[in-house]
């Protein structure tokens, strides 16, 4: 009787098959259901997708598809969005060993394949052979026969179950509902975006407008279509790794509507979020160009600086000649002046009519983050029709590392309007001012700024003494 009824338990069991064997399921892209992306300037890029799948109940192994070929595996968070307390995750892996010919002749080797010849239009031969090798070029066995490479075709009878077409999340799952929407979330390497700034300014040096876009490049190995696109402007930190970053791969290029609404912006921790105001597809290996921001009627001014350096305080030297003042642009990033929108760090450069109409490049320069309120400074070139001349006509020793200097600048302006120039001396040591020609401002300890108007085709001196303690 015992017998029998052990008998009985071991034939039941073998009809129920192993009794923690988990259920099987997959979801893909066509599951999606919504998808946003937030880039940040580091590389950096994180995705929420949303998908709608149907699941048996009970321990289940789900293999989650076309996720980004650059995911931080250790990011992902898997959620329901359904039930939340009805989807647990168990365990996780990353499957990566992606389908190639290469890696599908590997997996293959001491195995049986089928060799294709095609003789003519209509006929063809087939032979069965085992793979031996793939090390510098494919062996294969054909009867007692060793072939070093074919001439013909490879035929497998089947992809390997250990490699994938994607780049593939798979996890062991505890699951309550069959219907669930859940929300897959992860950092991703590969992103990065800039800004870019247009600014035409008028033939009256002063009123300007600005077009601000967003170049966005895409290499994380996985496309977004229809995505919520948000851009993070600030320095976001990350802990340092071991990890190797991949080889850059080839880009494509997309231009935008030339027109589009404002993104809104907001503050977000340190940094600033600016959300498109439309959705957009973010193509794998694509750069993509958005609007970020439009302005007209802002008022800028056209500013000269001429710098000297502190190496020119010395013994008398020969007058420096043809000394060309640097040319800046300067603005107010304000809502007085029809701006006020944080600008992210970017390159803008500056174009401006000429007599005839015609829009011509005249400079430009990268800005960092501004926030609104600040003024903007950008450096355009050095000035033609500016020319100064730098004159040492002084110099006396009063004690040990005592000294005396006098200066003399003369700046020309050759111009048909009026300039304002800032003479930026450096003073190496502890200074005094004995006389001076124009007032002056005590910028920093070493720093002294004379700021002088001169007048249209007519000539400023600016004369000074000074003494120094090294």
Not at 401 to 428: C, G, L, S, T
């Amino acid at each position: 009787m015992k017998t029998l009824l052990s008998m009985l338990m071991i034939t039941l069991l073998a009809a129920c098959g192993p009794a923690d064997a988990a259920e099987e399921a997959e979801t893909t892209g066509e599951d999606q259901t919504d998808v946003a992306v937030t880039v940040y300037n580091n590389g950096l890029g994180f995705v929420k997708d949303t998908r709608q799948i149907s699941l048996p109940t009970g321990e289940v192994e789900m293999a989650f598809k076309d996720v980004a070929e650059r995911i931080q595996p250790e990011t992902v968070n898997l959620r329901s969005l359904t039930d939340e307390g009805s989807l647990t995750v168990l365990e996780q892996n990353y499957e990566y060993d992606l389908m190639s010919p290469s890696k599908l002749m590997e997996k293959y080797v001491g195995r049986d394949v089928r060799l294709v010849s095609l003789q003519d239009e209509h006929r063809f031969t087939e032979v069965e052979a085992k793979l031996l090798s793939v090390n510098e070029g494919p062996i294969y066995q054909v009867g007692d026969d060793i072939y070093l490479g074919h001439p013909g075709e490879v035929v497998l009878p089947e992809v390997p179950d250990e490699l994938y077409a994607t780049p593939t999340l798979v996890w062991l799952l505890n699951n309550a509902v069959n219907n669930q929407r859940v929300e897959l979330s992860y950092l991703t390497e590969g992103f990065d975006w800039k800004a870019d700034y247009v600014l035409t300014l008028g033939e009256d040096d002063r009123s300007m407008d600005m077009v601000g876009w967003v170049t966005m490049d895409n290499r994380s190995g996985a496309t977004y279509e229809d995505a919520q696109l948000k851009l993070v402007a600030g320095e976001v930190h990350r802990a340092p790794s071991p990890r190797p970053d991949m080889a850059p791969r080839a880009m494509a290029m997309e231009a935008a509507e030339a027109k589009a609404a404002r993104p809104e912006q907001e503050a977000f921790a340190d940094f600033h979020l600016y959300t498109m105001p439309r959705r957009t597809t973010i193509r794998q290996n694509q750069k993509k160009q958005l609007q970020l921001l439009e302005v007209h009627n802002a008022v800028a001014e056209k500013h000269y600086e001429l710098r000297s350096r502190p190496q020119f305080f010395g013994h008398i030297r020969e007058p420096l000649r043809d000394l060309r003042p640097e040319v800046f642009l300067k603005f107010d990033n304000s809502e007085d002046n029809n701006m006020g929108m944080p600008l992210p760090a970017g390159v803008v450069r500056v174009y401006q009519e000429d007599s005839g109409g015609a829009l011509q490049f005249a400079g430009e320069d990268r800005i960092d983050h501004t926030p609104r309120d600040e003024e903007v400074r950008i450096k355009t070139g050095r000035a033609f029709d500016i020319v100064a001349e730098r004159k040492q006509t002084v110099f006396e020793r009063i004690a040990d590392q005592v000294m005396e200097f006098a200066f003399e600048i003369e700046i020309r302006n050759h111009k048909d309007v009026a300039a304002e120039v800032d003479v930026i001396e450096n003073v190496p040591g502890d200074w005094n001012m004995l006389d001076n020609s124009h007032e002056y401002e005590r910028r920093d300890a070493h720093t002294i700024v004379f700021t002088v108007d001169v007048p249209s085709r007519d000539k400023t001196v600016v004369e000074y003494r000074i003494r120094v303690r090294r």
